[in-house]
């Protein structure tokens, strides 16, 4: 986007990746659909960026959700609000959009050079490459640095870069958008790996959200544990773990499900109790005896349905991890997100100090700052040039 950008207020752009092909994130998010932004009014859709809200939303303000879905729309895919408010492309996937982009950036004039890997800054402030020839020094009148967090390394953004702005300040990169770690039994683990909770409600501290996740043989993620991902994840660095609350049957009120839970018939097993009564699956069956195995009270099966405790110990890795939390400081940045201590280079993306649960979010933030990044380096290039 930020090459776009550029290109399309009259730069001449040079696009350098140290990927054999670009846009590798963006075609692994496609397999989930290609969440682009959300239909929500901007005030509540710019409050899950949290801290970072006042920063971001000047930049989102400029290229709202409407606009990214103009941009896809007229690089020919149309796009759908789901149920939830999500809006994604008909098609469901990254790879005809990527083409798409790809061609219009031709058009435009952008160069792409694969397999060029930024080493860092040269002596006269030239860009050092690792090229497939070797090393070589890329001069430019500004630059935007779109290096991405630490999540699913393997697809470019393997962190590295910090090491490489020695004189900026950066959050120390952390997962976000992951799975926690749960000490499951080993009856669990081999039996219900794998299985996802449908129409559950998770509760920590005071937020409270609907959704579903799946048990994994380290634990649990999935869509709702991603939405309070950062308070768990703080609270787990701060106290060493964090219990977290599943309400297995949220349609259900607590007194309703205590009268279907009260009578149990002789010979009937818990397990087949439960089923009936509370209509769970076996997956929440398992869990409920996996909380009484561990000691809960047993003489308010409703409470423990209802609140049923999770301890979490660890947050998965963040290789495993959707996003990144941390980055480049904001206060390292200007308002147009040019490094103050490096005139015309400017940042955007994932490499910055911010972090938002998945819906759209994600996507939104990093096009809107790439957008922004891309125009201000334009700007800044071409004043270098008159």
Not at 100 to 109: K, V
Not at 113 to 138: I, M, N, Q, S
Not at 171 to 190: I, K, Q, T
Request: net charge positive.
């Amino acid at each position: 986007m930020a090459a776009e950008a550029a290109a399309e207020a009259g730069a001449s752009v040079t696009v350098v990746d140290h990927m054999s092909s670009p846009a590798r994130k963006l075609l692994i998010a496609g397999r989930g659909g290609l969440n682009l932004t959300h239909s929500e009014p901007i005030e509540r859709f710019l409050d899950h960026y949290g801290p970072a809200r006042a920063r971001l939303a000047p930049f989102i303000r400029a290229f709202p959700p409407a606009a990214l879905v103009a941009w896809c729309e007229a690089l020919g895919e149309p796009t759908f609000v789901g149920s939830s408010g999500r809006i994604f492309p008909r098609a469901m996937k990254a790879s005809p959009l990527l083409r798409a982009w790809l061609a219009r950036l031709t058009l435009l004039g952008v160069t792409l050079k694969a397999r060029h890997r930024w080493l860092g800054f040269g002596a006269d402030g030239g860009l050092r490459l690792a090229t497939p020839e070797g090393e070589a020094v890329l001069r430019s009148d500004a630059t935007v640095l779109a290096l991405g967090g630490a999540s699913w390394p393997r697809l470019g953004s393997d962190g590295a870069w910090p090491a490489l702005l020695p004189d900026c300040d950066v959050a120390p990169l952390r997962p976000a958008n992951m799975g926690f770690v749960v000490d499951w039994s080993g009856h669990l683990r081999a039996r219900f790996a794998g299985t996802p909770l449908k129409r559950i409600a998770l509760a920590f501290e005071e937020r409270t959200v609907r959704g579903e996740a799946v048990l994994t043989e380290q634990g649990i993620e999935g869509g709702a544990i991603y939405a309070l991902a950062a308070p768990l994840r703080e609270a787990i660095a701060r106290d060493g773990a964090a219990v977290l609350r599943i309400d297995l049957r949220p349609d259900i009120p607590l007194a309703e499900l205590s009268r279907r839970l009260a009578p149990r018939a002789r010979g009937v097993t818990l397990s087949n109790h439960l089923r009936r009564a509370a209509g769970l699956s076996p997956a929440a069956v398992a869990l409920v005896q996996e909380s009484l195995h561990a000691g809960a009270a047993a003489d308010d099966l409703a409470t423990l349905v209802k609140a049923l405790p999770l301890r979490l110990t660890a947050p998965f890795p963040i290789a495993r991890a959707i996003s990144s939390a941390g980055g480049l400081a904001w206060a390292e940045l200007d308002e147009a997100l040019m490094l103050r201590r490096h005139p015309g280079v400017f940042a955007c993306g994932e490499m910055l100090d911010w972090e938002a649960p998945t819906g759209g979010y994600l996507l939104q933030a990093c096009f809107a700052t790439g957008r922004a990044a891309g125009r201000a380096a334009a700007a800044y290039a071409i004043s270098a040039q008159s």
